[in-house]
Structures are given as C-alpha cells and as structure tokens.
Nanobody
Framework: QVQLVESGGGLAQPGGSLRLSCVASRSSFMGRWMAWYRQAPGNEREFVARITTSGGTTYVDSVKGRFTISRDNAKNTVYLQMNSLKPEDTAVYYC?????????WGQGTQVTVSS
C-alpha cells in the first residue's frame, strides 16, 4: 500500500516562503505524474500544481510565478517551493497523482499565512 507523507508546512508571514515535501513509501511513485492539491476550511480540495515524468509543469493561475513544483525520482519525493505567500494560500496541502488522484490521501501538511 502506497503511503504519501507530506511535510514542511507551518506558519509564514505574507510574502514569506515555505518548501513542502511529499515522500511516497514505494517506488510506484515512478512513472506517474504527481501533483499538489490544497483544501482551505469550508472549501473543496483543489488542484495547485502538477509535474510530469519528464519534468513538465502546470500551475493553477493563482500560484503561477510564486510556486514551483519539482520531483526527485531517486528519493520518491515531490516538492513544492512556495514564495510570496498570501493569506489566501492558507490550507492543508496534499500530494497525489495527476491528473486523477489515485492513491489514498495522506494526512496533508498545514500551511498558514498570517501576520
């Protein structure tokens, strides 16, 4: 059973940065597009960014130019570098496959942007 373990969240000030990590427990991570999703209180979970097996990336408009997704296949890990954070980025962030989330959801990592 693949497990997805997200980490790196926390409290950041507006304009600050955080780097999220997601480790898959098995190499079934390999050969799959991966993505970050987020869910703010009272909202549906939404797509944030995805990365193909060859490194191609796609972002939701609200994070373009601020967030960068990357992956390290040797470590079964996908990253999300978040810069110029805004209060509206506050959410629980999850990783999973793309374009369809295939694995059971992990516990996520809380990102709070507040002064």
């Amino acid at each position: 059973q693949v497990q997805l373990v997200e980490s790196g969240g926390g409290l950041a000030q507006p304009g600050g940065s955080l780097r999220l990590s997601c480790v898959a427990s098995r190499s079934s991570f390999m050969g799959r597009w991966m993505a970050w999703y987020r869910q703010a209180p009272g909202n549906e979970r939404e797509f944030v960014a995805r990365i193909t097996t060859s490194g191609g990336t796609t972002y939701v408009d609200s994070v373009k130019g601020r967030f960068t997704i990357s992956r390290d296949n040797a470590k079964n890990t996908v990253y999300l570098q978040m810069n110029s954070l805004k209060p509206e980025d506050t959410a629980v962030y999850y990783c999973n496959t793309a374009p369809v989330p295939f694995f059971p959801w992990g516990q996520g990592t809380q990102v709070t942007v507040s002064s």
